[in-house]
């Protein structure tokens, strides 16, 4: 009996693995409006019925997609992060944010289906939510633990955040346990400046226009890090 159960389940994991795989190729010939269950279905030699047994709906895959694809950014970024001096937090930084730039490099495609253009008719679900801030996660860990180490340099001259910022940025704090509203507020300014980029190539709007990118990304690493006063962060490195 457990046996068979055991080979049941090792069954549908493979074919909940095959059909997912398809959903990734069809992300890069079609785009996300474009996946179809009945062509996975065609592709598998299997009538269409036994597909939304697995996936009852092209929402269904499209969720089971998009959590493959932050579960992944997730695990680079952890894996960078992991692989670098606790101490050591400009460089810590700098390895997330080229984690993940090679990951979005590497599936644009995955990429564009989290931070391009929302699918249309399609509203995420809160399973979505916890894959979706272990990148997040990790950076904000990196500053609360420099910040409680008190080694941050912030550079001064900038504009304190509006006043309607400490309702706001309740979310945020969750992430980045400590930190002062105005350094959240700096945090948020590098966090989607380093995604801003990377968004940028990806999705080609440097083309013809920036040829070295990783130098320009080395760049834009050191310039976010020093905004959030991270210490160790050489302007005039590389």
């Known amino acids: 009996m457990n046996a068979g159960r055991t080979a049941r389940a090792r069954a549908r994991a493979e074919l909940t693995r095959e059909i997912t795989q398809i959903g990734r190729r069809q992300l890069g010939t079609e785009g996300a409006t474009g996946l179809n269950l ?5 592709e598998l030699g299997m009538v269409s019925s036994a597909v939304y047994r697995y996936f ?7 969720t089971a997609l998009i959590i493959d694809a932050y579960n992944a950014v997730g695990d680079a970024v952890e894996q960078a992060d ?8 400009a460089e810590r930084w700098s390895a997330v944010g ?5 990951w979005a490099l590497a599936h644009p495609h995955e990429y564009a289906l989290l931070y391009g253009s929302p699918v249309p008719g399609y509203q995420a679900p809160s399973d979505t939510v916890a894959p979706a801030v272990r990148d997040t ?12 180490a008190g080694v941050l340099d912030l ?3 900038f504009p304190v955040p509006p006043p309607s910022f400490s309702g ?25 400046g380093l995604f801003g980029f990377v968004s940028f190539e990806v999705f080609g709007q440097f083309a013809n226009v920036i040829e070295d990118r990783r130098s320009l990304f080395d760049h834009q690493i050191r310039t ?15």
Not at 82 to 89: K, M, N
Not at 98 to 102: G, I, L, P, Q, S
Not at 137 to 148: D, K
């Open 38 to 42: 009945r062509a996975i279905a065609r």
């Open 56 to 62: 009852p709906s092209r929402d269904d895959l499209l």
């Open 82 to 89: 992991a692989a670098c001096a606790r101490d050591r937090y």
């Open 98 to 102: 080229h984690a993940v730039r090679d």
């Open 137 to 148: 996660a990790v950076y904000g860990r990196i500053l609360s633990e420099a910040y409680a």
């Open 155 to 157: 550079p001064g001259g």
């Open 168 to 192: 706001d940025a309740d979310v945020v704090r969750e992430l980045m346990p400590g930190l002062p509203d105005d350094l959240v507020a700096r945090a948020i300014a590098a966090w989607t």
């Open 224 to 238: 976010l890090g020093r905004l959030i006063g991270l210490p160790g962060v050489d302007l005039n490195a590389g």
